[in-house]
């Protein structure tokens, strides 16, 4: 790469090893700006391509990328860059302007003696330092430790930002929104209402109808507790309905009953049959977990709703990995299902159940409650399944859309997580996929999303949650 051939006024992005390892298509995501790889980033690639992993497979669609603009570039010289417009991937989308350069010789630049050039990481810092001699460098990079290192180098260094899916976390859709004290003063006009089932439907128009969501949760802090669900939104009306109350005990699922008014919503999307996907978000404690088998196990024993039911979860372990486990697929992810063992003995417990009686349940809800792993979900169908994804905050967006897409008709997907509790690398409250389907289907007729407010499991815990 010569020293005047990036075009004046243009970014030149160095791009670390891990950006390309979690979002193979970064390559086409920086519009008119080039594109820099240094050596030392092929040479991560590829050691890291070897495996099932999700980084395994990222670094190979890296390198396919790769072969396919050297192929696409017909006798262009390397030296003059790549054209990222010529992929096929990226004429699909809104097509980038700029070039890929790859690192062609060896580049001159003072490293401090702390800093040894071996490392990969430092080695990236040294051509980011020489190339910055010449051109405005930005340093793009998943690792914290990575930009600080730039940073204190006086190399500009920047975050991966093109997979957030928002600005700021307290931007994410509740699910759920608060009628304003003259709601129904400027609202209205022309409204219309009706019983059907037993249940009260209105029709309203008015500027505040024009931001709702289908399955959006409304509700009034006045003295008449209003609480409704919207059911369709059209252009110049919305069409609400009075919602189930699951708090009294003559309407429990499998003997839970609703404690609060989130919870109580999160129950009416559960039972819902006209509701493919769910998305539960809330601190530990609010019942993320118990709710959505309650529902479940109501649907699939007493409804004959569903088939069966499927859960299974990210294996990703908060403290030091015990290695291997032995068994079956399912005996391989049973201590990773502590919270699914621990709410079933909340929903089975009698105090009028003999022993028998408790051995014949727990026989029962064998075969219908199956533990699955998410190593093995590709390619898979899942027909007539209610499908139960615990720690979702866990899986990137690619991820996520992997494993929704294996449903097939019948089945309902129910998400469950909290995002401020991420223990995966690189991944944030903003770029989690658990964040990513909250956004994208919230405008989608046939979902659902409620984020849990208030911890329902002990006073210890709760106080645990807001002190600590």
């Known amino acids: ?52 992993s999700e980084v395994a497979r990222n670094a190979r ?15 262009c010289d390397i030296n003059e860059g790549l054209s990222l417009s010529a992929s096929n991937f990226a004429s699909g989308k809104t097509a980038p302007t700029g070039r890929l350069f790859f690192q ?48 204190v180098l006086g190399i500009h260094a920047e975050d ?28 209205s006009k022309d409204m219309e209402s009706w019983q059907e089932e037993g249940r009260t439907f209105y029709r309203i128009s008015g500027p505040a109808t024009a931001d709702w969501y289908a399955n959006q949760f409304l509700y009034s802090s006045s003295e008449d507790h209003f609480e409704a669900i919207v059911s369709r939104v059209e252009d110049d009306h919305a069409i609400i309905e009075t919602v189930h109350d699951f708090r009294s005990e003559k309407k429990s699922v499998w003997s839970i009953s609703a404690r609060n008014r989130e919870q109580n919503y999160a129950l009416n999307l559960l039972m819902d049959p006209e509701i493919d996907f769910v998305t539960l978000l809330g601190q530990a404690g609010t019942g993320k977990t118990l709710l959505t088998l309650a529902a479940g196990l109501a649907q699939v024993l007493d409804d004959n709703r569903y088939a069966e039911i499927i859960m299974t979860r990210v294996t990703v372990p908060v403290g030091e990995d015990i290695g291997f486990l032995p068994g079956t697929e399912e005996e391989k992810m049973t201590p990773w299902m502590g919270a699914l063992m621990d709410n079933l003995e909340v929903l089975t417990q009698s105090e009028h159940n003999t022993e028998w009686e408790r051995a014949a349940t727990q026989e029962l809800l064998n075969k219908r409650i199956k533990i699955r792993s998410l190593n ?23 991820q996520m ?23 995966t690398p690189y991944l944030t409250e903003t770029s989690s996929g658990l964040t990513y389907v909250v956004d994208h289907f919230r405008e ?3 979902s659902g999303h409620i984020i849990l407010q208030r911890g329902e499991r002990s006073r210890l815990a709760d106080f645990a949650s807001e002190v600590l």
């Open 160 to 187: 991966y930002r093109n997979d957030q899916v928002l600005d700021d976390v307290n931007l994410l859709y509740s699910g759920f929104e608060e009628l304003a004290e003259d709601f129904w003063e400027t609202h």
């Open 401 to 423: 859309k992997t494993l929704i897409t294996r449903a097939g008709p019948g089945t309902k997907v129910v998400c469950l997580g909290n995002i401020a509790q991420i223990d």
């Open 1 to 52: 790469m010569n020293n005047d051939t990036v075009v004046d006024g243009k970014q030149l992005y160095i791009l670390d090893t891990n950006v390309l390892m979690h979002d193979p298509a970064a390559l086409f995501r920086f519009q008119e700006h080039d594109i820099y790889l240094p050596m030392l980033v092929l040479e991560e690639l590829d050691n890291n391509k070897k495996g099932h």
């Open 104 to 151: 062609t010789k060896t580049l001159e630049a003072d490293l401090p003696e702390s800093l040894p050039g071996n490392k990969p990481d430092n080695g990236i810092l040294h051509t980011a330092l020489a190339m910055g001699q010449h051109h405005k460098v930005t340093l793009v990079s998943k690792d914290t430790n990575m930009r600080i290192k730039a940073a």
């Open 61 to 75: 669609q890296t390198s396919r990328f790769m072969d396919e603009l050297m192929s696409c570039s017909g006798d």
């Open 376 to 398: 093995f979900m590709r390619g898979r169908t899942f027909l007539n399944k209610y499908i139960i994804l615990d720690e979702a905050q866990n899986l990137t967006s690619k």
């Open 444 to 446: 989608w007729e046939h």
